[in-house]
């Protein structure tokens, strides 16, 4: 985002006249729809929910009930949760052609596609008691994701489908929400078949990510600097950088380098026809007090929950006066595997220090020049990772 200001400055001062920058790409569609609007829009069924979470949260989930490879039977079919990473949606998991989008790909195979929203993001900004211009609104790490919103999300789709247990699918943070919550709550681990984990992150010990220096930042100045509330939410400011900047032919490499200054290059293997809507719809915002929890991981090299910055607060949220520690090894459900090696984010180094302590690993694969992005929007994605999805998605029905 930083390296887009700047981008943006630049351009301001030059001027975005066409005859300087070229003729402007042609717009997708999808940079002005929501959620459902895209679904619709490749001609999918769309349904909408809300997700009450037990501490007040309202999330807005989506669902592509069938495909349209399988329109004509509209019986019970198994069901898959997908779940964004960190400052995303689940547009992640539609923003590219049908053929090239593991939504539309699951819905076409004869799953029962779900797509997850966690809180803080442009569509889970709601809460029963508190306004999202408050503090208290924004006093929620990925703690609470693991907590709350993956409990009553996935509670809400077993009671609608009928069915007792579901395939769960995470990239990057939806990854480490589920490492906690299938590890914490074994009543919740027993409703999930697989779970499959692309780009996963439990500890960031070894991250490369600019990100990083974020660390740098004493805790106090930290919120001096970015608030307590949201960060990097998605704005109108973000449209026009798809649309009026991004959009131009000679600024393609400027815009996919600025949107993976955080996650690793794979200009290569990025749509650039569909730059506009990853950028329309990304970032999707968070918390400032998730980034902290991120800091604080990167710091320690530990997987653990946030630490509330004295032992009494600890003490009134953990019981104890340190944070307690996230252990993966009591996590039970059956887990596939998919990293990058080069990937700024879900280090190879943390990777390899997490696959020995998942007890029901049945598949790994690392792909050496994926980066973090390319779990969810590279042209050969279909061929490096969906396809296996749904392959042992399928061995597991039978």
Known sequence: MWLLLTVASLISALGTTQAFFGRQNHESPEVNMNIGQMISY???????????????????IFRIPYGKKNAENRGQRPVVFLQHGLLTSATNWIANLPNNSLGFLL???GYDVWLGNSRGNTYARRNLYYSPNSAEFWAFSFDEMAKYDLPATIDLILKKTGQENLHY???????????????????????IKAFYALAPVATVKYIKSPLKELTLIPTFLFKVIFGDKVFFPHHYFDNFLANELCSRELLDEICSNALFIICG???????????????????????????????????????????????????????????????????NVPIAVW????????????????????????????????????????????????????????KDQK
């Open 42 to 60: 490749w001609g999918y069924p769309s349904e909408e929910y809300e997700v009450v979470t037990e501490d007040g949260y309202i999330l807005e």
């Open 107 to 109: 819905a076409d195979a």
């Open 339 to 394: 990293n990058g090696g080069k990937d700024w984010l879900a280090d190879p180094q943390d990777v390899d220090l997490l696959l020995p302590k998942l007890p029901n690993l049945i598949y790994h694969k690392e792909i050496p020049f994926y980066n973090h992005l390319d779990f969810i929007w590279a042209m050969d994605a279909p061929q490096e990772v969906y396809n296996e999805i749904v392959n042992l998605m399928g």
């Open 265 to 331: 290059f794979d200009y290569k293997n990025l749509n650039m026809s569909r730059l506009d809507v990853y950028l329309s719809h990304n970032p999707a915002g968070t918390s400032v007090q998730n980034m902290l929890h991120w800091t604080q991981a990167v710091k320690s090299g530990k997987f653990q929950a946030f630490n509330w910055g004295s032992s009494v607060q600890n003490m009134m949220h953990f019981d104890q006066p340190t944070p307690p520690f996230y252990n993966v090894t009591d996590m």
């Open 169 to 191: 699918v995470g990239h990057s943070q939806g990854t480490t929400i589920g490492f906690i919550a299938f590890s914490t709550n074994p009543k919740l681990a027993k409703k």
